[in-house]
Protein backbone atom coordinates (compact mmCIF):
# COMPACT_ATOMS: atom_id res chain seq x y z
CA UNK A 1 0.00 0.00 0.00
CA UNK A 2 1.16 3.68 -0.63
CA UNK A 3 0.04 6.57 0.91
CA UNK A 4 0.21 10.31 -0.20
CA UNK A 5 -0.81 12.92 2.16
CA UNK A 6 -1.71 16.01 0.75
CA UNK A 7 -3.66 19.11 1.63
CA UNK A 8 -1.58 21.36 3.65
CA UNK A 9 -0.72 24.85 3.54
CA UNK A 10 -0.15 28.11 5.25
CA UNK A 11 -3.80 29.27 7.38
CA UNK A 12 -4.45 31.73 9.97
CA UNK A 13 -5.09 30.79 13.81
CA UNK A 14 -9.01 29.73 13.97
CA UNK A 15 -9.36 28.46 9.97
CA UNK A 16 -10.28 25.26 9.13
CA UNK A 17 -8.29 22.66 6.73
CA UNK A 18 -8.86 19.10 5.26
CA UNK A 19 -6.31 17.13 4.42
CA UNK A 20 -6.29 14.30 2.17
CA UNK A 21 -4.42 10.23 2.34
CA UNK A 22 -4.94 8.59 -0.99
CA UNK A 23 -3.95 5.13 -1.32
CA UNK A 24 -2.98 3.47 -3.78
CA UNK A 25 -3.67 -0.39 -4.48
CA UNK A 26 -6.83 -1.98 -4.49
CA UNK A 27 -5.76 -3.31 -0.89
CA UNK A 28 -6.18 0.08 0.56
CA UNK A 29 -9.83 -0.27 1.66
CA UNK A 30 -8.83 -3.32 4.13
CA UNK A 31 -6.62 -1.32 5.73
CA UNK A 32 -7.72 1.09 9.20
CA UNK A 33 -6.10 4.28 8.55
CA UNK A 34 -4.64 6.79 10.86
CA UNK A 35 -3.08 10.58 10.95
CA UNK A 36 -0.23 11.45 12.79
CA UNK A 37 1.84 14.50 13.53
CA UNK A 38 5.36 15.82 14.34
CA UNK A 39 5.68 19.15 15.39
CA UNK A 40 9.80 20.60 15.54
CA UNK A 41 11.74 19.30 17.78
CA UNK A 42 8.47 16.37 18.62
CA UNK A 43 8.10 13.28 19.13
CA UNK A 44 5.32 12.19 16.17
CA UNK A 45 1.99 11.76 18.14
CA UNK A 46 -0.58 10.10 16.94
CA UNK A 47 -4.33 12.13 16.29
CA UNK A 48 -7.16 9.26 15.29
CA UNK A 49 -7.60 6.39 13.07
CA UNK A 50 -10.52 4.99 11.39
CA UNK A 51 -11.43 0.99 10.38
CA UNK A 52 -11.47 -0.39 7.19
CA UNK A 53 -15.09 -0.43 7.12
CA UNK A 54 -15.50 3.50 7.72
CA UNK A 55 -17.38 1.83 11.17
CA UNK A 56 -15.41 3.05 14.03
CA UNK A 57 -13.20 5.70 14.40
CA UNK A 58 -10.90 6.56 17.27
CA UNK A 59 -9.19 10.03 18.94
CA UNK A 60 -7.04 11.03 21.02
CA UNK A 61 -7.74 12.90 23.83
CA UNK A 62 -6.32 16.01 22.50
CA UNK A 63 -7.87 16.31 19.39
CA UNK A 64 -11.73 14.83 19.92
CA UNK A 65 -14.44 17.66 18.79
CA UNK A 66 -11.67 19.37 17.08
CA UNK A 67 -10.39 17.20 14.14
CA UNK A 68 -12.89 14.84 12.31
CA UNK A 69 -11.43 11.76 10.46
CA UNK A 70 -13.17 9.73 7.34
CA UNK A 71 -12.27 8.07 4.56
CA UNK A 72 -14.38 7.16 0.99
CA UNK A 73 -13.43 3.66 -0.32
CA UNK A 74 -14.65 4.37 -3.30
CA UNK A 75 -12.02 6.93 -3.66
CA UNK A 76 -9.36 5.39 -2.09
CA UNK A 77 -8.70 7.90 0.08
CA UNK A 78 -8.99 9.06 3.50
CA UNK A 79 -9.74 12.27 5.22
CA UNK A 80 -8.60 14.71 7.92
CA UNK A 81 -10.66 17.35 8.61
CA UNK A 82 -9.34 19.74 11.28
CA UNK A 83 -11.14 23.24 12.92
CA UNK A 84 -10.53 25.95 14.69
CA UNK A 85 -6.71 25.72 14.19
CA UNK A 86 -4.04 27.24 16.39
CA UNK A 87 -0.67 27.96 15.66
CA UNK A 88 0.46 24.84 18.40
CA UNK A 89 -1.37 22.83 15.28
CA UNK A 90 1.53 23.50 13.29
CA UNK A 91 3.15 20.47 12.43
CA UNK A 92 4.26 18.21 9.62
CA UNK A 93 0.65 15.79 9.30
CA UNK A 94 1.35 11.99 8.26
CA UNK A 95 -1.52 9.75 7.25
CA UNK A 96 -0.29 6.09 8.09
CA UNK A 97 -2.19 2.41 7.42
CA UNK A 98 -2.23 -1.23 9.41
CA UNK A 99 -3.87 -4.11 8.97
CA UNK A 100 -6.05 -5.16 11.65
CA UNK A 101 -9.98 -4.73 13.63
CA UNK A 102 -8.59 -3.52 16.57
CA UNK A 103 -6.93 -0.16 17.08
CA UNK A 104 -4.20 1.05 17.04
CA UNK A 105 -2.24 4.75 17.93
CA UNK A 106 1.58 4.12 18.54
CA UNK A 107 3.66 5.11 15.41
CA UNK A 108 5.46 1.85 15.75
CA UNK A 109 2.19 -0.02 14.98
CA UNK A 110 1.86 1.10 11.90
CA UNK A 111 2.46 -0.69 8.30
CA UNK A 112 2.94 2.02 5.62
CA UNK A 113 3.20 5.74 6.00
CA UNK A 114 2.88 8.50 3.43
CA UNK A 115 5.08 11.30 3.17
CA UNK A 116 3.98 13.98 5.64
CA UNK A 117 1.95 17.67 4.71
CA UNK A 118 2.90 20.57 5.80
CA UNK A 119 0.61 22.57 7.79
CA UNK A 120 1.16 25.72 9.50
CA UNK A 121 -0.83 28.08 11.36
CA UNK A 122 -0.18 31.63 11.58
CA UNK A 123 -1.25 34.06 14.52
Known amino acids: VQLQASGGGLVKAGDSLRLSCTGSGRTFNSYAVAWFRQAPGKEREFIAT????????YYSDSFQGRFTISRDNAKNAAYLQMDSLKPEDTAVYYC?????????????????WGKGTLVTVSS
Open 50 to 57: ISWSDRST
Open 96 to 112: AAYYSDYVRQHASQMEY
